[in-house]
């Protein structure tokens, strides 16, 4: 069986993907190819056209204890 999701299911996947932040967009991306398993980084790199290491790079971020930015959405002073 090869990963992946329905059309109607990545169209909305997309969609969210879109309206992410770049951080948040390589964590979501992580989280989904880790579900799918075998083939799943292969997968999620195309439907969001993105490099398979920034899936990587998301899934470091998710095994950080806490976000070093925190709770701040913007920098000090901004």
Do not use: C, N
């Amino acid at each position: 069986m090869q990963a992946g999701y329905r059309a109607e299911v990545e169209t909305r996947m997309k969609r969210l993907y879109a309206r992410l932040s770049e951080k948040d967009r390589r964590r979501y991306a992580a989280v989904e190819a880790d579900k799918l398993g075998h083939g799943g980084f292969e997968y999620i790199a195309k439907l969001f056209e993105m490099d398979p290491k920034t899936i990587r790079q998301g899934l470091k971020d998710l095994e950080e204890e806490l976000d070093p930015v925190g709770e701040r959405i913007r920098k000090k002073g901004a």
